[in-house]
């Protein structure tokens, strides 16, 4: 357990804080390309790390994203006319260009040279995947974008979605790197069960092993199988601070296809953007060819990203489902499952009443890493996890022989293959 002052390092993210601190070092999703579709749009609000600000495509196409309130009166940029180059608030005529700098300022005689003298706060943008990122750190430390995969491969081979998570971004990413909980929370009952739901269900106490790298930690979770010489390993990678790359539902091992990653970005300390990115480069995500199951475009929620199974509705559950055993919960999707298990923690969850076992093994390694990494930033140390040659890393689900130690087995498996379209 920790804590609760190492749990309130760990939570809060806002400005100044030492985890805000850190996560300002890396780059962060913030919208879907699609949220801003041509020039001069309407621009639109965004929030992270606990900060208003607003978004919109310049006549040229350019992203910029500043600070939400206008530096005069601090009326918001939200109600702005997005026109010729820049956004003019509506309430006194001030205008910003893309870098956040006042370019016109009618309200002041024509002679002033005031305008000169403001600008906005604002941060870089870049659109790679579908998705626009932004820095939020020092600019003379900015880092290169994260080289995912899926950012070189066309949009048919690649699902970018995102919900809203009504509870602190550390719980999401507690569940995601927790390989225990598919045995049970996300069971289901088939009449023709796959290999691997015979082996997670039967087998729900793996073993694990975690293994801290330069990027963050990879964590394997050996099980048993039918056959005793056998072994099956799910490999999920977690990636500095907030990725978890997530092994395909198989046992079949394969070099380059269905993966997948999520992406736990604190909005403030209550409530989180939860990305799910899934991406083939083998086979288009939608079409007679398509074989991966894992896109989630097709799962309801509002236009705030709230999925419409949610807290106010006890996430949809049917006890008649729960009770005939077809899901372990009665809930709609494994999404909604895990959004459920991760808020009824609280906002915030108190962890220095829980108790940890063996399966949590993961959970306390990766605490320690981001908080050792907060520590380390407030002495000048760089952060782990920046280096894009280190994060170009992917998941692996595999069967193994008992006697095969973890990395000797999954090596070969660890590095996807370039991409050939």
């Known amino acids: 357990m920790l804590s609760v002052e190492e749990n309130k390092v760990l939570t809060r ?10 996560m300002r070092r890396y780059w962060i999703p913030a919208l879907e390309s699609s949220d801003l579709p041509k020039p001069d749009c309407p621009p639109v609000r965004v929030r992270l790390l606990s900060e208003n600000l607003v978004a919109f495509r310049d006549s040229n196409g350019t992203v910029a994203l500043f600070d ?21 608030c509506v309430y006194h005529g001030w205008k910003f260009d893309a870098s956040g700098q006042c370019v016109d300022m009618p ?18 943008c870049q659109e790679y995947g579908g998705i626009i990122w932004t820095y939020m750190g020092p600019p003379e430390h900015k880092p290169e974008l994260p080289p995912f995969q899926f950012g070189l491969l066309p949009e048919s081979h690649r699902s970018v979605s995102r919900f809203l998570n009504e509870a602190n971004y550390f719980q999401g990413i507690e569940s995601a790197i927790d390989s225990s909980h598919i045995s049970f929370l996300h069971r289901r009952k088939n009449d023709t069960p796959s290999k691997m739901q015979r082996v997670t269900h039967k087998f729900g106490n793996p073993r694990f092993e975690v293994i801290k790298t330069d990027y963050g930690m990879l964590i394997g979770a050996r099980r048993q199988t039918e056959d005793p010489n056998t072994v099956y390993w799910r490999v999920t990678q977690y990636i500095m601070p907030w990725y978890q790359m997530i092994p395909p539902i198989t046992l079949e091992v394969s070099k380059a296809n269905d993966v997948s990653l999520n992406c736990w970005i604190p909005v403030d300390d209550e409530t989180t953007m939860n990305w799910k990115i899934v991406w ?43 009770a005939s055993g077809k899901t372990f919960t009665g809930m709609p999707n494994i999404p909604v499952e895990d959004q459920a298990m991760t808020e009824s923690q609280g906002a915030i969850a108190n ?40 994060i170009n890393v992917q998941p692996v689900s595999i069967l193994l022989s008992a006697d095969v130690p973890l990395m000797e087995g999954v090596q070969e498996y660890l590095v996807p293959e370039a991409v050939k379209l």
């Open 13 to 22: 993210t806002g400005p100044g804080t030492p985890m805000g601190n850190l």
């Open 68 to 88: 939400e309130h206008c530096p005069h009166r601090r009326a918001s940029l939200f109600f702005g006319r997005n026109e010729e180059c820049g956004l003019r």
């Open 107 to 124: 309200s002041e005689p024509a002679e002033s040279n005031f305008k000169d003298n403001v600008k906005i706060k604002s941060y870089p």
């Open 280 to 322: 083939d480069p083998l086979y288009p995500l939608q079409g007679p060819n398509a074989r991966n199951s894992r896109d989630n475009n097709s799962i309801p929620k509002d236009a705030n990203h709230l999925q419409l199974a949610n807290k106010r509705n006890d996430y949809m559950i049917d006890r008649e489902l729960q």
């Open 351 to 390: 962890r220095s009443k829980e108790r940890l076992g063996t399966s949590d093994t993961a959970i306390i390694v990766a605490r320690r890493i981001l908080l050792d990494a907060a520590k380390k930033l407030e002495k000048g140390e760089t952060p782990p996890g920046l280096d894009p040659d280190k």
